[in-house]
């Protein structure tokens, strides 16, 4: 990659590490004071009218992706009268669709007293709650828009350094509410107070990050027809959205079907700390997405499959690391946090880590397929859909929130981890995925020579309780997660070209 996309994925990933231990520890600790002074039952009230929110959002249509795939050639080529078009033609699409989601969440809002039949919260609360957050999401439609361009142009760290300053400011003032008030009204204002904050405060940011930037919505319904490709990878990209909303919205909302409001606020204690590490990962290793999407706008072949190989020893080695270490840490450390009732079966972790593997493994074919515009495959997403709900309604009906799990996890195995492989190999390398398959394997079987050693070696030298205290906890964590990653590191930089290429770089980077 260019010496200016590799200092932004750097700077992109540098923002969101720091932010992370911020939000981090915030969170743990912000949870701590809302389970114990609003109750497990609103925690897990705000949790579900959230995935609520979620199907809501299906409207967008993945408009905002197609926006973003639109701009790297114009980004690329500096054209800054076609960004403005397409922006222009952006805030056209996204202010008729932000009136769509209003008027459905108007209607869906009817419902409201059937969906929470079995709660003990008053209307009055549950509407207010509602609205609240609907209102918050059409922030995005109506005023936010334009960040697409931030995204497009590998300046994600802009749109994360505002976002998590509004949210730790956010975060305390809740925390501080709660504690002192007890109060669910006042814990809801100040949610949707500071999504307008967010929105005034980036706005004016992107204005001087971009001074020439200059749209206008109705010029954008003039333009419309200008961009057709706009609509078509909108279309194509409807379809892959309703698989993400499915695979990543419905489980706690099946988790509360199935069981109770607790439930989900103790299913998602656990996924509180999985999507915190996972979204660190993805922010980090992400934001070479755009840079993805504008390697491949150059068309250097040799380039593009060494980057990708590249891109995917990273993702196993961290998601590896990630994997063990939650595996043996996660129990402990929500004994400590929170005690001892809140830790769920074995089993439930199991299949949370399992599914959370593939979600940080999957990130490099996604960069790719995105990149060259691959979304035709529209069969793909409504098969992943369908298999996710069948599975999980009909496992969560015979097996609680074990049998919800396994719906997004047979789905993505044969769809994210089979079939997406092969279509970017056919369509986008235009070569066998037989190299992709044998590297692969490999990859598992480091993975899992380097899990089992590192067992037998830690098992051996440690007699900690790490759920005995939070300093024993921090130094059995450092020691297993130090034992596995060297281990696990050594072993692919040995075997793997990808993780010494990656490593080679980012020395050379270094040195300079």
């Known amino acids: 990659m260019k010496e200016s996309r590799l200092h932004k994925s750097i700077l992109n990933a540098r923002v969101n590490l720091i932010f992370y231990f911020i939000t981090l520890a915030l969170s743990f600790f912000s949870r701590k004071i809302f389970l114990g002074c609003l109750g497990a039952d609103f925690v897990g009230l705000t949790s579900t009218i959230g995935n609520l929110l979620g199907f809501l959002n299906l409207a967008e249509l993945g408009v905002g992706s197609a926006i973003g795939y639109v701009l790297y050639k114009p980004i690329y080529e500096n054209s800054h009268n076609e960004i403005n078009e397409i922006i222009s033609v952006f805030g056209y699409i996204y202010r008729k669709i ?33 609205f609240s957050f609907l209102a918050s999401s059409l922030i995005s439609y109506f005023i936010n828009y334009r960040e697409t361009l931030l995204g497009a142009d590998q300046r994600n760290y802009v749109i994360v350094g505002y976002l998590q300053t509004s ?17 669910y009204y006042y814990w809801v204002i100040i949610e949707l107070a500071f999504g307008f904050l967010f929105s005034i405060v980036l706005n004016k940011k992107i204005d001087q990050t971009y001074p020439w930037l200059s749209t206008n919505i109705k010029k954008g319904k003039l333009l419309f027809k200008q961009y057709p490709e706009v609509m078509k990878y909108t279309k194509q990209l409807f379809v892959h959205k309703i698989a993400t909303f499915v695979l990543s919205q419905t489980s706690p909302f099946l988790v509360f079907a199935f069981s109770s409001l607790k439930s989900v606020a103790f299913y998602s204690n656990y996924t509180l700390i999985t999507d915190k590490i996972s979204g660190l990962i993805n922010n980090i290793l992400g934001s070479t997405g755009a840079g993805v999407g504008n390697l491949v706008a150059e068309g250097d072949e040799k380039k593009i499959k060494k980057i990708f190989w590249e891109l995917t020893s990273i993702r196993y080695f961290v998601a590896g690391t990630f994997i063990f270490s939650l595996y043996h840490l996660i129990e402990p450390f ?77 789905s993505m195995t044969l769809i994210v981890c089979i079939w997406k492989p092969c279509f970017l190999y056919s369509k986008g390398f235009k070569t066998s995925s037989w190299s992709y398959w044998l590297t692969l394997s490999k990859y598992f079987l480091i993975i899992t020579s380097a899990w089992i050693l ?43 070209k990808g993780i010494r290429d990656f490593s080679y770089r980012m020395i050379k980077k270094i040195r300079r």
Do not use: H
């Open 334 to 410: 929500i004994s400590l946090w929170l005690g001892n009732n809140y830790v769920m079966d074995k089993s439930i972790l199991i299949l949370i880590l399992a599914n959370s593997f593939i979600m940080q493994t999957r990130g490099t074919i996604d960069q790719y397929l995105y990149g060259y515009g691959l979304f035709s495959d529209v069969w793909a997403p409504l098969t992943e859909a369908t298999l996710n709900l069948s599975i999980a309604i009909i496992c969560g009906y015979f097996w609680g929130i074990e049998g919800v799990l396994m719906g997004p996890l047979v």
């Open 98 to 130: 932000g009136l769509i989601i209003l008027a459905v969440g108007l209607i869906l809002g009817c419902f409201l007293p059937l969906i929470f039949a079995k709660t003990s919260f008053n209307l009055g609360l549950i509407y207010f709650a509602y």
């Open 454 to 496: 590192s067992r037998i070696i830690f098992k051996s030298i440690l007699t900690i309780n790490p759920a005995s205290s939070y300093k024993l906890w921090i130094i059995y964590a450092l020691i297993t997660t130090s034992i596995y990653s060297i281990i696990s590191f050594i072993m692919m930089y040995t075997f793997t």
């Open 167 to 183: 949210l730790v400011i956010k975060s305390l003032v809740q925390m501080c509410l709660a504690y002192y008030t007890k109060n």
